[in-house]
């Protein structure tokens, strides 16, 4: 399955649920006004829907969330010549270079969560990721994975975001492999910036949609938006929760970008501690106020698996979880247990003690 289509089935099966509560809406004597606009950016479908805005407003905003998206694709995309590439090339030499104020942000939200995950989100392995090929937009020319070899070598010298150090205005490496990789962690920082900017031109009720994650402030017509999680193992809906006020739903799941060799799938999220793909669940699905905590943390949650989340998750700040196990058992905690509705068969749930 290639990327975009599969990016794509994720962002239908999320619009299927809120369009039925748009029907809800159509009811009332004075319509709401609702606007929606689909882009494709930083890798993937942003759906932007606005509800209760004059459309002049709406169509400002988006306007100037378009911006704040291809100014953050342009600018951390970690493959492209551009800010972030001068940076990795930089790191690797152990030279001090000024700071770079566009991706100082990343790095140093980065750093905390990173430590906080014990390195399970690492955004520093970009060589590692780029060993595996999952750099690449398209995964169709990989036929194997790579030579053990070369995995243990850079294994052996595995850099961590606290190999960049920082001092007074200049910032340097102190690992020659570090590679930053803002993939785990970007989308949830533009989600965060671009509801902050739709905030700014008064806009109460919102979702921006990036292919399946999302983070939604206010309502939709008085009623909760209710989120679809994407089966990871089937087309459609895997099961449903309703988020009201301002939350962030993200999943990391194996289904999203793989590629197959031998009958064996290798997908995109790789455990820094043996530098294969994680494989231990299915996909990770965590709410969180923040959509760039809630990012980090499911990336870390799924490579963390069903007998390391719950550490992980107390000391990312992470209050809901819903682990889907390689076996296919459901992991939650119970906070999370009392918000989730199946939409499939009801899965062996294995709760967790409370995170709090
Ligand atoms: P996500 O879908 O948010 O879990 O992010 C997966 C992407 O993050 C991959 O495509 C890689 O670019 C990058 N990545 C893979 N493994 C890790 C890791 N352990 N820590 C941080 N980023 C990673
Ligand atoms: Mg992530």
Not at 147 to 163: C, G, V, W, Y
Not at 287 to 295: E, G, K, L, M, P
Request: glycine letters at 8%; a neutral charge; aromatic letters at 10%.
């Amino acid at each position: 399955m290639n990327f975009i289509f599969s990016q794509t089935m994720r962002f239908i099966s999320i619009l299927v649920l809120t369009s039925l509560l748009s029907l809800g809406g159509c009811s009332r004597s004075k319509p709401i006004p609702e606007f929606h606009e689909t882009v494709f950016t930083m890798g993937t479908l942003v759906e932007v829907t606005i509800v209760g805005a004059d459309e002049k407003t709406a169509e400002q905003a988006y306007t100037a969330i378009l911006d704040d998206f291809n100014y953050m694709h342009n600018t951390w995309h970690p493959w492209q010549y551009n800010a972030l590439k001068r940076i990795n090339n930089l790191l690797q030499t152990g030279a001090k270079f000024s700071l770079a104020p566009s991706i100082l942000p990343l790095i140093t939200r980065s750093q905390v969560l990173s430590k906080q995950s014990q390195g399970l989100f690492n955004p520093a392995i970009g060589k590692l990721v780029k060993l595996w090929g999952f750099h690449q937009d398209n995964l169709d020319d990989i036929i194997a994975p790579p030579e053990d070899e070369d995995i243990q070598a850079f294994l052996n010298d595995l850099p961590q975001m606290s190999d960049i150090h920082f001092n007074n205005l200049t910032m340097y490496g102190t690992n020659k492999n570090i590679q930053l990789d803002f993939g785990a962690f970007a989308k949830g920082v533009a989600v965060d910036t671009t509801i902050e900017h739709l905030k700014e031109f008064g806009i109460k009720n919102a979702i921006i949609n990036a292919g399946g994650d999302l983070r939604a402030i206010g309502n939709h017509n008085g009623r909760p938006w209710r989120i679809g999680i994407r089966n990871p193992r089937a087309e459609g809906v895997f099961a449903a929760v309703d988020i009201f006020g301002d939350e962030s739903v993200f999943t990391s799941g194996d289904y999203e970008r793989y590629f197959e060799s031998d009958g064996k799938r290798y997908h995109h999220i790789i455990d820094p501690r043996t530098g294969y793909p994680a494989d231990k669940s299915r996909s990770v699905t965590v709410i969180h106020s923040n959509a760039a905590t809630a990012d980090a943390a499911a990336t870390a949650l799924f490579i963390a698996g069903p007998e390391k989340w719950v550490e992980i998750a107390k000391a990312m700040g992470i209050q809901y979880v819903m682990l889907i196990a390689s076996n296919g058992d459901v992991h939650m905690n119970p906070a999370m247990a009392k918000r989730i509705e199946f939409t499939v068969k009801q899965p062996t749930i294995k709760l967790s003690k409370p995170l709090k």
